[in-house]
């Protein structure tokens, strides 16, 4: 049988982008011919947006799903329903308010297509996603209760806006700081360019201030600045996070979270390829951790398929990590940590190396020195804490690896998913009997550093062994 | 660990592919060094002709010292690379057993990679400019682990690489 669905509210959900992008490009230099420069561009996106409305089909036909798209260069997607892992929905603001999702499906495989249908109602977005994914299952032979997945589901997270204030407090506001900090300066570069003479005021205004201010100023500044990059991080995490629920369902999660960006996403358990999990000092305090899936990077589209919850208690990475993984959990297994002389290797990168860099200014200016010398101290400090943190356990199933500085971070990789191995070995770890691995699978690999070189080959002759003898799928 | 006695992983050589006892890695054809030995030259050249077209179109006046320095400099990381090259070289092979296949290369960083058969995507034959013109072959083997995590044999006579090729695809068509 063949369906095909037109899609109705395209053209309604065309006509607010444009306006957008129509908006944006107010932000060129204004000349006289904007009018109709812009006028040209408008009814270039209208005719764009009814082409390709008019050219957007898709529909289902002996199995496969089919996308029909274009007008000039015409495109067909072809997709065996059998080969569709999940279908996850997203809406913007825009279809928040018009009622309408996107709808995207995602296939297994490296050959991953961009199947995506912008704009369909609720109503078939619930029917399209049921029949997709009960199709999927009823392949499987499982039973198919399927069509009601209210019944089978558990709500394993839950963040409300108070969870995700302590969420967003307590994440890293470092990077966040660093972010504003490029933008404003970027910001500041394009007003002064601008506003040119009243700057040029300021500026010495400004001068004044800087020569005759006190710490006191400095400080005050940091603190203005920390405080922003907080609220920035804060308010980032609401909007992203916004009405967080992870449900358990028979084979996999269903994460929906989003305020202005809502976004729906089916998670099959199969599809998971490594589990990270981390918590750091200011999070400790509350008691979560931050917990990311990570699934198969495809080549094709090089998106990050990173999925993850930014805030969970212990019991809930527990119960998760139960679910997620067949088999036993290593947690009993013994901890083999990284060899001291990891260290070295960290201290010469991380603290030498970029301490000798501005070897010319210590010449010129000794009082440097002290600052070098600070950094040495800081870095072998941190060093020292990486060192403490980097081991590894395992079981004939499961790897588990510890990392992190400040922060403590684990991942951990069932054995069967591995894609293939690096045995690495310096000239000076091959004169201590060390040996560095690294376990690659389909969503990037996990770094074991500095173990003792016998069981570093004990340990890739049996990942190897087992995914050689092993008939799993890895996805 | 309890070790499957029916698994064997015993070595095949690419020649008779039949397994053998002997745990030994195939080395690379010589010719190779070549390969890395041209594109050095290569580098060199272009260096050494930017840096005169530079002085040549400057206006300062450029100290002596730079002069003979700097080209200096560039021949000293050369002759590095050249030793790098020959004695790295007998460092670098390539391993096929029954169930993966392997390369390793290093002379002062050690790596070997293993890709079980089980796990490859594809294979693929290819030469660049310089190996075209030696007469040499590469064997890509990819993953789906990303880019980062796919093997990389130089230096094969294209009929070698053809043949480990097919051999290849043999093997990952029986897993599928």
Redesign the interface.
Do not use: C
């Given at each position: 049988m063949i369906f095909v669905f037109e899609v109705q509210q395209k053209l309604r959900a065309y006509w607010p982008i444009l306006i957008l992008i129509f908006a944006q490009k107010k932000l060129l230099p204004a000349s006289i011919t904007i009018p109709m420069a812009s006028g040209i561009v408008i009814l270039l996106m209208l005719v764009h947006a009814l082409l390709f409305y008019l050219n957007f089909y898709f529909y289902i036909e002996e199995n496969q799903f089919v996308i029909k798209k274009g007008y000039i260069q015409k495109k067909v997607l072809s997709i065996p329903l059998d080969r569709i892992q999940s279908v996850n929905t997203k809406q913007n603001l825009l279809q928040q308010l018009l009622k309408v999702y996107s709808l995207e499906v995602d296939t297994a495989g490296?050959a991953a297509k961009e199947l995506k249908i912008y704009s369909l109602s609720a109503a078939y977005t619930q029917h399209l996603t049921q029949f997709l994914q009960s199709h999927k299952e009823n392949a499987k032979e499982e039973p198919s209760d399927s069509i009601s997945t209210a019944h089978e589901a558990k709500e394993i997270i839950k963040l409300s806006p108070s969870d995700l204030l302590r969420i967003g407090i307590s994440q890293n506001h470092l990077k966040t700081g660093i972010i504003i900090f490029v933008f404003g300066s970027q910001i500041m570069g394009q007003i002064k360019d601008l506003f040119q003479e009243e700057t040029d005021a300021y500026s010495d205004t400004f001068q004044n201030i800087l020569s005759n201010s006190s710490i006191l100023f400095y400080a005050g500044f940091i603190m203005v600045a920390l405080l922003v990059s907080i609220l920035a991080t804060l308010l980032y995490t609401m909007f992203k996070y916004y009405d967080f629920k992870l449900v358990k369902h028979p084979e996999s999660y269903k994460i929906t979270a989003g305020l202005f960006n809502k976004r729906e996403v089916l998670l099959p358990f199969k599809k998971v390829q490594q589990l990270n999990w981390e918590t750091g000092p200011i999070k400790k305090m509350f008691g979560i951790f931050k917990i990311s899936f990570r699934q198969?990077?495809s080549?094709q589209i090089q998106q990050k398929q990173v999925v993850d919850a930014p805030g969970c208690l212990k019991q809930d990475i527990e119960s998760i990590r139960e679910e997620l993984f067949q088999g036993d959990l290593p947690d009993d297994s013994e901890k083999i940590y990284s060899h001291w002389r990891y260290f070295n290797l960290l201290w010469i990168q991380g603290g030498w190396l970029p301490a000798l860099l501005p070897t010319p200014i210590y010449v010129y200016e000794p009082l440097w020195l002290l600052a070098g010398g600070a950094w040495l101290l800081f870095s072998g400090i941190y060093c020292w804490m990486v060192l403490r943190k980097s081991y590894f356990q395992f079981n004939?199933s499961q790897l588990i690896v510890g990392k992190g500085g400040i922060n403590t971070q684990w991942q951990q990789a069932e054995s069967f998913k591995?894609?293939?191995?690096?045995?690495?070995?310096?000239?000076f770890q091959?004169r201590r009997g060390l040996a560095s691995l690294r376990v690659?699978?389909?969503s990037?690999?996990i770094n074991i550093p500095y173990i003792p070189e016998e069981i570093a080959h004990q340990l890739?002759n049996?990942l190897?062994?087992h995914?050689?003898?092993s008939d799993e799928k890895?996805? | 660990?309890q070790?499957?006695k029916e698994?064997t992983?015993h070595v095949i050589l690419p020649e008779g592919l039949a397994p053998i006892e002997i745990q030994a890695f195939e080395g690379l054809e010589k010719k190779y060094k070549l390969v890395n030995l041209i594109g050095s030259v290569i580098l060199l050249v272009f260096a050494l002709m930017v840096f005169f077209l530079g002085v040549h179109f400057s206006t300062e006046n450029i100290p002596s010292i730079l002069l003979i320095g700097i080209p200096f400099i560039f021949v000293f990381i050369f002759v590095l690379r050249l030793s790098l090259v020959i004695f790295g070289f007998p460092k670098k092979g390539y391993l096929l057993r029954e169930?993966?296949v392997s390369f390793r290369r290093g002379l002062?960083?050690?790596?070997?990679?293993?890709?079980?058969?089980?796990?490859i995507?594809h294979v693929e034959v290819s030469q660049n400019m310089i190996e075209k013109s030696v007469g040499l072959s590469r064997l890509k083997v990819f993953?789906?682990?990303?880019?980062?995590?796919d093997?990389s044999i130089p230096g094969l006579l294209p009929e070698k690489a053809h043949q480990i090729e097919s051999f290849l695809l043999s093997k990952v068509s029986q897993h599928d």
């Open positions: 490296s198969a990077v080549k004939q591995t894609q293939s191995v690096d045995f690495r070995q310096s000239f091959k690659h699978n389909a990037g690999h890739m049996y190897l062994y995914v050689e003898t890895w996805m | 660990m070790i499957n698994f992983n169930q993966d002062l960083i050690y790596k070997l990679t293993t890709i079980p058969f089980n796990r995507q993953t789906a682990g990303g880019s980062v995590s093997l």
